[in-house]
Structure formats: structure tokens, C-alpha cells
């Protein structure tokens, strides 16, 4: 997979023809290339801090280039553009994801689906909490706070999770042939609880390990 098809791939995984602003396509790309590169051949870009996070000006080269092989639609909003797969794009990236493993395509669905359903400054502020080098040089000192307050809370979150765990035995579930009908309920009311939990103090996409 060369850059150009990680690209469309990425961006038909967020669903049909959905559109990108330019903060949307910065942030996704950062993720995919900080989590999933040994999956994707990547990393693909040189992300470094700048005034909102993450930035490489390489990723809108590779938009303009995807644009001049058909494959995406820009359009003019202000001061900056929105981007979206043609249909032929579209066509593309799914097939790009098709022959992926299934769980990398479903990752990079999650993560475009992530980026686009938050607002600038939360999107900034999640990105600065997961990765506090990404702040070095931001001009929102406010959201860089939030960041570190934010890092605080899921540290203390992560640990109480721990506790809890530890406290309802929730270490991967093994079938206990002496448990009866009433105690295996039990158990496994426990370890949905022990579930929610985790998902509540893992806001982000869940990456594939190695």
C-alpha cells in the first residue's frame, strides 16, 4: 500500500462520500501513522507540533494529487477546503480496505468516524491529552490545560478501573464447571460492569497491538 492508497483507503472508511475538514484529515492521519503504521507500511507522513497540534503540510499534497487522479472532490469553504472521495474514490479505498485484514479496516474506520464527530477544540484538546508532545508549540494554552487536567482524570479513572477489577475478578473469564446456574449470572453481570468501565475510561479508538 503506497501512501496515495492508505489515503483514499482512510478516508472511504469513514463512511460514503463523507466529508473532511482540514483539522479532520491532520488529526487522522497523525493517529493512523502514530498507532497503526506497522499495520498500514507506514508511517507515511513527519507530523510535528504546531499551532493546533499535529501538522505536515505532506498531507495536503497527497489530497491535491489524489484530487488530480479523480479519486477526490475539494471544495472551497472560507479559508480552507472540505475533501470527499468521488465515487471512484469511493470505489477504491473499498476496495483497498477489502483485501486489508479485517480488524486494520475496521480500525481505520473508527478512527475517521472519531475525528469527524468532534468539535475543533475537542478534537485538539483529545489529541493534546494523548499526546502532550503534540502541544509544544500551540496557541491554545487553554485547551493545553484542559489536556493536562484531562491526562490527570483518565490516569486516576484507569486506576480506579484496575481496583475495581481486581476487586470483582475481572482477569479473563475461563468456564468454572462447579459454578452453578445462579453464580455464573452473577459472574457475568459483574464482567459487563467490569466492561463498562473500560470503555468509559478509553475514549479513543482501540488500535491493534504490534
Known amino acids: 500500500m503506497d501512501c496515495n492508497d492508505l489515503v483514499t483507503a ?6 460514503h462520500r463523507v466529508r473532511y475538514s482540514p483539522a479532520h484529515v491532520q488529526k487522522l492521519f497523525f493517529l493512523i501513522d502514530r498507532e497503526l503504521a506497522p499495520h498500514v507500511g507506514g508511517p507515511y507522513f513527519r507530523f510535528e507540533p504546531f499551532h ?17 487522479m479523480g479519486r477526490l472532490d475539494t471544495v472551497a469553504k472560507g479559508n480552507f477546503f472540505i475533501y470527499r472521495l468521488t465515487e471512484m474514490g469511493q470505489a477504491v479505498g473499498d476496495a483497498i480496505l477489502a483485501a486489508r485484514p479485517p480488524e486494520v479496516a475496521a480500525c481505520l474506520g473508527e478512527c475517521a468516524r472519531w475525528v469527524r464527530v468532534q468539535s475543533f477544540r475537542s478534537l485538539v484538546m483529545e489529541i493534546y491529552a494523548r499526546y502532550p508532545d503534540m502541544a509544544a508549540n500551540s496557541r491554545v494554552p487553554d485547551l493545553v490545560e484542559r489536556a493536562r487536567e ?5 490516569s486516576k479513572s484507569r486506576a480506579f478501573v484496575r481496583g475495581v477489577g481486581s476487586i470483582l475478578n475481572l482477569a479473563p473469564r475461563t468456564p468454572n464447571p462447579f459454578q452453578d446456574d ?4 452473577l459472574a457475568d453481570d459483574w464482567h459487563a460492569i467490569g466492561d463498562d468501565w473500560r470503555n468509559l475510561a478509553a475514549p479513543f479508538p482501540k488500535f491493534p497491538h504490534g
Open 10 to 15: 482512510a478516508l472511504a472508511a469513514g463512511g
Open 52 to 68: 493546533y497540534g499535529p501538522f505536515d503540510r505532506e498531507v495536503y499534497r497527497v489530497l491535491d494529487a489524489l484530487a488530480s
Open 150 to 154: 484531562r491526562r490527570q482524570t483518565q
Open 182 to 185: 445462579v453464580q455464573k449470572a
